[in-house]
């Protein structure tokens, strides 16, 4: 499976839909699965869930899984482990990447939230390692672009374990401009 992949404008407007982006999500986090099973996770008829799914299947960012299933039976995968967004030269399409980008927020917001509720039933190991933690630098535009960057790189450079005790541990990387500072 490919790292990452940075969509097209067309690619980011499929995504900026929550269902969709929530699918993607599903694909990615718990595996495979078919329109069927994805319909029920997200409270949807099968109709509309397939619709998604060809959707998602046009712009690349699932694909069938031909190794499970029949012909009664499609089952699809992630394509890619995360979504990249690339600003430049996209200047042209500022709502797109907005709507893109707020769908996403939401979508963060409600798995922070949920990590938030569970926190205090997790073992206590895991009780410990998390942290929601944040931090502001003055910095200029490439000062910002390098540190994004050696986040990135030591986020995607920590391999998976194989340890028993190891489990999903999900990171959301969020670096921005101060909302106001620059008005």
Do not use: C
């Not at 046009?58 to 499609?74: M, V």
Request: charged fraction near 25%; proline fraction near 6%; charge should be negative.
């Amino acid at each position: 499976m490919a790292s990452s992949v940075t969509p097209d404008i067309a690619g980011l407007r499929a995504l900026s839909h929550p269902v969709r982006l929530k699918m993607l999500g599903l694909l990615r986090t718990e595996g495979p699965a078919t329109a069927t099973t994805l319909a029920q996770r997200l409270d949807l008829n099968t109709g509309a869930t397939s619709y998604h799914l060809r959707q998602l299947a046009q712009h690349g960012f699932i694909l069938e899984d031909t190794e499970r299933g029949n012909a009664r039976d499609r089952w699809w995968r992630a394509a890619h482990d995360s979504t990249r967004t690339d600003f430049e030269g996209q200047g042209e399409s500022e709502e797109d990447i907005e709507a893109y980008l707020l769908t996403v927020a939401l979508a963060y917001g409600d798995r922070l939230r949920a990590a938030v509720a569970e926190m205090h039933s997790l073992p206590e190991p895991w009780r410990k390692v998390g942290t929601l933690s944040d931090w502001e630098r003055s910095l200029t535009p490439p000062g910002a672009q390098a540190l994004v960057e050696r986040l990135t790189a030591i986020i995607e450079e920590t391999p998976h374990s194989d340890d028993e005790t190891a489990a999903p541990f999900a990171v959301n990387l969020n670096a921005f401009p101060r909302p106001g500072a620059h008005t």
